[in-house]
């Protein structure tokens, strides 16, 4: 079993930065893809940012310029550096996985549970 445990969120003014953390744990071998999601109410989930396992980065116009994604492969992390936040950034931020898992083939999809990002004056 992977868990995958996000940290960060909170309230910020508009023009602020926040820095979401994610860590994962548990019968890892190796993780691929990881990226960022977003669900703002009433909206669909958007992919924000995602990272291969070699580094190439991916980013939606929305965010481009704003947001950076990073990993460290030796702490199954990955990192957003949110900057210059607007209100329309204000949604649910959601970690998400491809791992390999010891002892299985293949690649499975994980999701952390989540963590509110509030941008508002």
């Known amino acids: 079993q992977v868990q995958l445990v996000e940290s960060g969120g909170g309230l910020v003014q508009p023009g602020g930065s926040l820095r979401l953390s994610c860590a994962a744990s548990?019968?890892?071998?190796?993780?691929?893809?990881m990226g960022w999601f977003r669900q703002a109410p009433g909206k669909q989930r958007e992919l924000v940012a995602a990272?291969?396992?070699?580094?190439?980065?991916n980013y939606p116009d929305s965010v481009k310029g704003r947001f950076t994604i990073s990993r460290d492969n030796a702490k199954n992390t990955v990192y957003l550096q949110m900057n210059s936040l607007r209100p329309e950034d204000t949604a649910v931020y959601y970690c998400?996985?491809?791992?390999?898992?010891?002892?299985?083939?293949?690649?499975?999809?994980?999701w952390g549970q989540g963590t509110q990002v509030t941008v508002s004056s």
């Open positions: 998400n996985a491809d791992v390999g898992v010891v002892g299985r083939t293949g690649s499975y999809n994980y």
């Open positions: 548990g019968s890892i071998f190796t993780i691929y893809l």
């Open positions: 990272i291969s396992s070699g580094g190439t980065t």
